[in-house]
């Protein structure tokens, strides 16, 4: 089959996208044959802030029916792909708009959150970040995973302090993520995960998706999307080509303010990392971009059966196995 035709015809999921949302990101999905992405609607927000973020996209999403629709269970996604569409999966990158309210678990739930971050870069009531001494997860945090894995709401560990992401992985009943991240081995930061962080969730029956933020790959800006292929395959030695899948971590459309509130502790507080210049790798600059990947994929060698597990096929089956249909 050609690779037009396979990426036509894939499911094709994004597990990290955290861009402006507009219709020219709704846009750009269909253009790039986005089948489904889990798309970040909380960071540093309270509560009532994620609510009113929420509030917003649902408007947006309503607005602009004919392109995109909301991802509640894996048969929506295989819907959207009927369809013609995008389906948009609402994710948190911190449980802090979980507060200290087990409840409100289940609340975000029935607004369609289907995956939600444990902290993001520094310490919260769960647990902590990659970017401080780690304390690991807390008895709050254990009550809040039991609650997401009730409901049906996935764990992702991304930018998770190492030893709070052990004992979530070990703690949780289902399968949990890193939802976008990179290897250690290819360069150091602390971000990136080690071989045997990634070898550690995977044989407990998790998942990783891989991100191609620049600043985390070893060439940096320089990199190509040849280069993010190398990382792909670089976790897919470790993990096995059933618990990988792609998470780009697309900001496009955001601006110099986005990522200054973004590496702020609490969005405003004391600086925890500076990026520098944020541009995409070579040959996937944008969404719309997406098919290089694919060919890309292909082009490295892989055999087709495990193109179409990466680019989407082992998040259904993963995300299946959380939300439970």
Not at 13 to 35: P, Q, S, V, Y
Not at 116 to 145: A, F
Not at 297 to 308: F, M, N, Q, S, Y
């Amino acid at each position: 089959m050609p690779t037009s035709s396979l990426h036509d015809d894939a499911i094709i999921i994004d597990g990290l996208i955290i861009a402006k949302w507009d219709r020219a990101l709704f846009e750009d999905m269909r253009k790039g044959g986005l089948t489904a992405a889990n798309c970040t609607v909380s960071v540093w927000e309270d509560f009532e802030a994620t609510v009113d973020n929420i509030v917003g996209v649902s408007q947006l999403m309503r607005d602009n029916a004919e392109l995109v629709r909301p991802v509640l269970t894996t048969r929506d996604i295989t819907r959207a792909k009927e369809e013609g569409k995008t389906g948009i999966i609402l994710g948190f990158q911190n449980a802090y708009a979980f507060e200290d309210n087990l409840g409100y678990v289940e609340v975000f739930k029935k607004l369609g959150v289907g995956i939600t971050q444990m902290c993001y870069n520094t310490q919260n009531l769960v647990g902590t970040g990659c970017y401080e001494r780690d304390g690991g997860l807390s008895g709050y945090g254990r009550e809040v995973i039991a609650e997401m894995n009730r409901v049906g709401m996935m764990c992702d560990l991304s930018h998770v302090g190492s030893k709070t992401s052990e004992e979530v992985i070990l703690e949780s009943q289902k399968p949990v993520c890193y939802s976008h991240c990179l290897p250690t081995g290819l360069k150091e930061h602390p971000r990136n995960k080690a071989d045997d962080e990634l070898k550690f969730i995977a044989d407990h029956g998790g998942f990783v998706g891989v991100t191609m933020f620049t600043p985390f790959l070893r060439a940096g800006v320089n990199a190509t999307i040849e280069d993010y292929v190398e990382a792909i395959v670089y976790i897919m030695n470790i993990v096995g080509e059933d618990a990988i899948g792609i998470g780009t971590d697309f900001t496009q459309g955001q601006d110099e303010a986005f990522f200054e509130w973004l590496t702020h502790d609490k969005g405003y507080a004391r600086r925890l990392t500076r990026f520098g210049e944020i541009i995409n790798p070579k040959g996937i600059r944008t969404i719309g971009e997406f098919p290089n990947l694919t060919q890309a994929l292909l082009d490295h060698g892989l055999a087709e059966p495990v193109v179409r597990k990466i680019m989407g096929e082992n998040w259904v089956r993963t995300l299946k196995d959380v939300w439970g249909e």
